[in-house]
């Protein structure tokens, strides 16, 4: 058990140390290190953590890494005290870094936040934290398996089982987009459709 919590320590510290771009950038991480590189959890059930952890009061990431700390516990069989201690280690671990980060960057920032290089390195994190962003919308919409060296991808019918799924995607994307309806709005309303249809 103390390996395992050492080792969700350390996986959840260098996602905190290497993430940019808040917890929707951080999500295409996590779902590398738990899913894919340690299998301590299969894709399904990393998706309904998303799922939870984006109607949840809280930051999407940080959320997330307190739901991975307790199923990854409870998955090894250790029960439910060993879940809540996998979940607070993974919480901790995850937000350990930043606060680091912070303290180095507003020493650097009192000095440089008016230097043209300072707006550029701004400049440059952008796209990378759209990319991520755009990672992990992909992580929830798409299986990818390696066989022989090749990569099979596979529509997760889990999260989209026919066309109504779509349908509703459709529509909380467009809103999101034209109409620049709000996160809250758009999670409540397509709760609530979903239980309607399904």
């Not at 090894?76 to 607070?88: K, V």
């Not at 550029?120 to 060296?149: C, E, H, N, Y």
Request: net charge neutral; aromatic share 14%.
């Amino acid at each position: 058990m103390i390996e395992l919590l050492g080792q969700l320590f350390f996986t959840f510290f260098f996602i905190g140390l290497f993430n940019f771009g808040g917890g929707g950038a951080m999500l295409s991480l996590i779902q590398g290190q738990v899913v894919t590189a340690h299998g301590w959890i299969s894709q399904e059930t990393f998706t309904d953590i998303v799922a939870i952890s984006q109607s949840t009061p809280g930051p999407i990431g940080i959320n997330c890494a307190t739901y991975v700390g307790y199923e990854v516990m409870q998955g090894a069989g250790f029960g439910t005290t060993a879940g809540m201690l996998g979940s607070t280690l993974a919480t901790f671990a995850v937000v350990l870094p930043s606060f680091f980060v912070f303290f180095l960057i507003m020493k650097a920032f009192n000095k440089f936040h008016e230097g043209r290089t300072f707006a550029d390195v701004m400049r440059a994190l952008r796209p990378a934290v759209a990319g991520l962003i755009g990672a992990a919308a992909l992580v929830l919409i798409f299986k990818t398996q390696w066989s022989a060296g090749q990569p099979q991808v596979n529509l997760l019918t889990e999260n989209f089982p026919d066309w109504k799924a779509w349908a509703i995607f459709g529509a909380a994307f467009l809103l999101g987009i034209t109409k620049k309806a709000g996160p809250i709005a758009i999670i409540l309303g397509a709760g609530v459709l979903g239980l309607l249809i399904y």
